[in-house]
């Protein structure tokens, strides 16, 4: 084999495995130190892509998760003020049966009139103070159709939409929404007359307390949905991004390992240009 002073190959090539091994070290070390398996786009151009993505549709799910709870607190809120509503009618209707016996004099029916007019008054009070973080849920004025949409997914156009509807006793201050509350009890025709009235406005608030009810359930299959699917997606991004400490520790120990070794043959490669020289000098 030729011995060449000004060439020393084996100390190239122990240069040359000692850098990749720092450079194998320094990868291990810093996907240990992270816990993150792709640091840089340049660990992993693919996967840093799908990732991205992941994230965002994981933040857009944790966000349609806040909108899932804020829109069953609003229906919730809405569906308690109807079930007062609720009581308050089913009183009046006990009123109205009462007035309409010939027993009473018109000094009852009188008092009795004006117990009607305090609850007409508390609906109507219920209809226009009902609120939810600010916005007003059954006097008419959130929307022209009063038609709530909750955004409900993380991309555009998964939303569901909600009619609350209005709650007036006669009619409301905007000329929409009535339960039609405008007749008496001072008479027995007119107390007769007054419970088919009641018995519509209670039909019109079961109706709408159904279709909370059912908005209710719907908003709980969404909610679980969207924490499943938010959960599934959570551990996809993790086997793309995370760092296998396992492999990684094994990795740093035989970076160390050929650094160590490259290192070492470093020296002996430049000890044998020493050998060399001391031959000449002999």
Same mark, same amino acid.
């Given at each position: 084999?030729?011995?060449?002073?000004?060439?020393?190959?084996?100390?190239?090539?122990?240069?040359?495995?000692?850098?990749?091994?720092?450079?194998?070290?320094?990868?291990?070390?810093?996907?240990?130190?992270?816990? @993150?398996?792709?640091?840089?786009? @340049?660990?992993?151009?693919?996967?840093?892509?799908?990732?991205?993505?992941?994230?965002?549709?994981?933040?857009?799910?944790?966000?349609?998760?806040?909108?899932?709870?804020?829109?069953?607190?609003?229906?919730?809120?809405?569906?308690?003020? =109807? &079930?007062?509503?609720?009581?308050?009618?089913?009183?009046?209707?006990?009123?109205?049966?009462?007035?309409?016996?010939?027993?009473?004099?018109?000094?009852?029916?009188?008092?009795?009139? $004006?117990?009607?007019?305090?609850?007409?008054?508390?609906?109507?009070?219920?209809?226009?103070?009902?609120?939810?973080?600010?916005?007003?849920?059954?006097?008419?004025?959130?929307? @022209?159709?009063?038609?709530? @949409?909750?955004?409900?997914?993380?991309?555009?156009?998964?939303?569901?939409?909600?009619?609350?509807? /209005?709650?007036?006793?006669?009619?409301?201050?905007? &000329?929409? &929404?009535?339960?039609?509350?405008?007749?008496?009890?001072?008479?027995?025709?007119?107390?007769?007359? /007054?419970?088919?009235?009641?018995?519509?406005?209670?039909? $019109?608030?079961?109706?709408?307390? &159904?279709?909370?009810?059912?908005?209710?359930?719907?908003?709980?299959?969404?909610?679980?949905?969207?924490?499943?699917?938010?959960?599934? =997606?959570?551990?996809?991004?993790?086997?793309?991004?995370?760092?296998?400490?396992?492999?990684?520790?094994?990795?740093?120990?035989?970076?160390?390992?050929?650094?160590?070794?490259?290192?070492?043959?470093?020296?002996?490669?430049?000890?044998?240009?020493?050998?060399?020289?001391?031959?000449?000098?002999?």
């Amino acid at each position: 084999m030729a011995m060449s002073i000004n060439t020393n190959a084996g100390a190239e090539f122990s240069a040359l495995a000692a850098a990749r091994a720092a450079d194998m070290m320094d990868t291990a070390m810093i996907r240990l130190s992270s816990g @993150k398996r792709i640091n840089s786009a @340049k660990d992993d151009a693919a996967g840093i892509q799908v990732a991205i993505r992941m994230e965002a549709e994981i933040n857009g799910l944790a966000a349609s998760t806040r909108n899932a709870n804020d829109a069953q607190a609003a229906v919730d809120t809405a569906e308690g003020a =109807l &079930g007062e509503v609720h009581t308050l009618l089913l009183r009046m209707r006990e009123i109205a049966v009462a007035a309409a016996n010939d027993t009473n004099t018109d000094a009852d029916r009188d008092s009795l009139q $004006i117990e009607v007019g305090a609850l007409e008054t508390e609906i109507t009070r219920i209809g226009s103070s009902t609120t939810w973080g600010g916005i007003n849920l059954l006097d008419g004025s959130f929307s @022209k159709a009063s038609e709530i @949409k909750f955004q409900l997914g993380p991309n555009n156009g998964n939303f569901i939409e909600v009619t609350l509807g /209005y709650v007036h006793a006669t009619v409301a201050a905007s &000329g929409q &929404g009535t339960l039609g509350l405008t007749g008496a009890v001072t008479t027995q025709t007119a107390a007769g007359n /007054y419970i088919s009235t009641i018995d519509a406005a209670i039909s $019109i608030i079961s109706t709408r307390r &159904g279709a909370l009810g059912a908005v209710s359930n719907r908003l709980d299959s969404t909610l679980a949905n969207l924490e499943n699917m938010r959960a599934n =997606l959570v551990a996809a991004r993790g086997a793309v991004v995370d760092a296998d400490f396992a492999e990684e520790t094994a990795r740093l120990a035989r970076a160390q390992i050929l650094l160590q070794a490259a290192t070492a043959m470093l020296s002996q490669a430049n000890a044998s240009k020493s050998q060399m020289l001391a031959l000449i000098n002999s």
